[in-house]
Structures are given as structure tokens and as C-alpha cells.
């Protein structure tokens, strides 16, 4: 049977002249496997997906299905009890679990800033927070990289509520937010700092906790946003403030009250992921002594400079900088590059991640690659 006679095939060229103008570009988009080759791609910082760590100590037993959302029926033990144990973890007064690292942005910065309010960015947030913010009804302005002069400039023409939202690790450059100078300005302009941690989250401070309480300043931010999905090794997200902020989210963040909630089955990966990661401290160090010796390497290409897993080596231009992935994936390395239009023009890059079971050797033969 030709199966391709089987099916109605409806007319969507109208989506053919997008496409067309990605291919034009270089920056088609395609799903690829990435078997047999050696992991710099991955967010499996730790990698407890890469050993399985976390498989044992779940019950398989549990439900595969919530059957409803958590308003609705969807709600159970296990979720509030993981709930508690993060809070505690984070030294927050509560804890609201989400789908999704996305869900929870999309949620938290579209349900609270509010007509009148102001959100001042930095430019190189994640699509996750653009997204909440471009549904809030707030007004919202974008600030350079880590410029506090220019942050200040603008919070001082700021009205309503000022919320100041950014990222302690930025996914895509690998360097820190200057998280001091923002609790600083923000208690001077009573102004409202969000902490995306998706990326510090089991890799900076003691035992993972991340960059706000590595500093000792989680008091004095409003919430703070955690995702499971990169060195936790499992999946969803939460959203960590005080039980006013969480009851607030409860009635009005719709990416929570209108979606079916995580199965036991997913909760019970986050909590044995919170009972499995501060411990890690062995993999954390092997991580620790991979970072320093790429950033100590020499390349033939700029490396931009970085403490954590996320190592960026600038190539600009799409059919550059993807003719040198493809050339490390021919050679079993699994290293992907990131193009325009993700990130800005003549700034594209290679994302290389490295992780606590790559070995030396393994980051040698990358580095002599790239020499």
C-alpha cells in the first residue's frame, strides 16, 4: 500500500515562505540523534541521566497519570510534600511546582506585573521569561548584558511596580549575573528582583543550592524560579517566594491552574533528584577541573570566559560556524551550534557543555579540534 495516497493532504503553503527564509539563512531547524557520540551538548551537568542515579530510588508503582489539574483533581500528597522539601532546600517560606521551567516563567511574569507596572530585562533572558513577559499587560524594557548604568537609567523613569528579571546563569554565554549589584539597586529603587536559577541549580554554591544562596541574599529577592530539567536530571520547575506569592500564583498564573499537573510518577524523579544532587559534591569538582582546563586552553577561535558548564566559542555566521559543528559531530563529538536568529548577528557560537563524566581526555581531543 503507498501510504502517502492514504492521507488528505491539506494546503499549508502558506507556511512555506518562513520556512524558505530560515533555509535562506542557514538556520533550518532539524531534530537529530545524537547515539554514539561523546555528550558536550547536553544539560546533564552532573549527569544523573548519563548514570541512571536516579531510576532506583523511584517507585514504579506510582501513577503515570494526575487525571486532572491541581485545582481540580489533580492535586495529591506527594506534590505538596515535594513542595515543603524544596522550600526548605531553598530557604523560602513556600514552593509552587510547575510543568515546565517555561510553564513557570510564562506563568509567574504574566500573571504578576500589572497594567501600569514596569519590567526591565536584560537582553539575553531566555525565551522562557521574553514569552511572560510579552503576555503581561505591563510595560516591559530590555537593558544591555549586565549593564547596571543603563538598569539604573531606566528604573529611575520607571512607573508602578518596578520588576527587575534576570538570569543567575545565562544559558547561552555561560557567565554569571552581577547578582550583589542587583539586590543592591533594586532595595534602593524598591524595585522587585526575579532570579531564573535554571542553569546554577545543583552546580553553584553548597550542594547545588545555586548563585542567590551561594551569596547569602535569597531574603532579599522576591522569587526565585528553579528548573529540573538540566543538572536535577528529571523535569518541571518551581517557583520559590512567600506562601502570598504562591496563593497568588495559585489563582492567577494560568500555565498552572489551567494545565493537568505532573503525575506522582514525575514528582516522585524531582524529590529523589533533591535527595540526590547536594551530595554530588565529587562531581561537582571533576565538573570544576574540566571548566578550568578549557578555559586555560588555547583556541584558534574566541572563547568567552566562564566558570560554569556552559563553555561558548564564537564563530560568526551560520554557514561557519555549522560547517565546524558538523566537522567535531563527524569526529564523534556531540557539539551543536547556536545561529542567528537565537542569538544576535555575527555572535553565533558553539554551545559546548561540559559535564562530571567527560574525562580530560575527552576535553584534550575537543580542544585539539579547535586549535
Do not use: W
Request: glycine share 6%; proline share 2%; net charge neutral.
Amino acid at each position: 500500500m503507498n501510504l502517502s495516497e492514504t492521507f488528505f493532504m491539506y494546503n499549508d503553503s502558506f507556511l512555506e515562505k518562513k520556512l524558505q527564509q530560515r533555509k535562506q539563512q542557514n538556520a533550518f531547524r532539524q531534530l537529530r540523534l545524537s547515539a554514539g557520540k561523546i555528550d558536550f551538548c547536553s544539560n546533564d551537568y552532573l549527569g544523573i541521566v548519563h548514570n541512571n542515579l536516579l531510576n532506583k530510588k523511584i517507585d514504579h508503582n506510582l501513577k503515570t497519570g494526575s487525571t486532572g489539574s491541581r485545582l481540580l483533581a489533580g492535586n495529591y500528597a506527594l506534590i505538596e510534600e515535594t513542595e515543603k522539601q524544596i522550600a526548605t532546600f531553598h530557604k523560602a517560606e513556600a514552593a509552587l511546582i510547575f510543568n515546565s521551567g517555561y510553564d513557570a516563567n510564562i506563568g509567574l511574569l504574566s500573571a504578576v506585573p500589572q497594567k501600569g507596572d514596569t519590567i526591565l530585562y536584560d537582553q539575553l533572558c531566555h525565551a522562557s521569561l521574553r514569552d511572560g513577559i510579552r503576555l503581561s499587560f505591563a510595560q516591559s524594557f530590555s537593558f544591555e548584558h549586565n549593564n547596571l548604568d543603563e538598569l539604573e537609567k531606566k528604573i529611575k523613569s520607571a512607573t508602578g511596580n518596578v520588576f527587575i528579571v534576570t538570569e543567575s546563569v545565562f544559558s547561552m554565554d555561560g557567565d554569571f549575573c552581577p547578582l550583589q549589584q542587583l539586590v543592591s539597586l533594586s532595595k534602593k529603587y524598591n524595585a522587585h528582583l526575579i532570579i531564573d536559577e535554571a542553569h546554577a541549580i545543583g552546580i553553584i554554591g553548597e550542594n547545588g543550592k545555586g548563585l542567590c544562596q551561594h551569596e547569602n541574599l535569597h531574603n532579599e529577592i522576591f522569587c526565585r524560579v528553579y528548573t529540573f530539567g538540566k543538572a536535577c536530571g528529571c523535569h518541571g520547575a518551581v517557583v520559590t517566594g512567600s506562601q502570598q506569592l504562591k496563593d497568588y500564583l495559585i489563582n492567577f498564573a494560568r500555565s498552572f491552574i489551567y494545565t493537568t499537573a505532573l503525575p506522582e510518577h514525575s514528582v516522585a524523579a524531582i524529590q529523589a533528584s533533591y535527595n540526590t544532587f547536594p551530595f554530588l559534591n565529587d562531581e561537582r569538582k571533576q565538573l570544576q577541573n574540566l571548566i578550568n582546563f578549557f578555559q586555560q586552553s588555547q583556541l584558534k577561535f574566541q572563547k568567552l570566559n566562564s566558570s560554569t558548564s556552559i563553555q561558548i566559542v564564537i564563530i560568526p555566521g551560520n554557514d561557519v560556524v555549522k560547517e565546524i559543528a558538523l566537522q567535531l559531530q563527524e569526529a564523534a563529538f556531540d557539539v551543536r551550534p547556536i545561529l542567528y536568529p537565537t542569538i544576535p548577528l555575527n555572535k553565533e557560537r558553539l554551545r559546548i557543555v561540559l559535564h562530571a563524566f567527560n574525562t580530560i581526555n575527552e576535553v584534550e581531543q575537543l580542544v585539539k579540534k579547535l586549535s
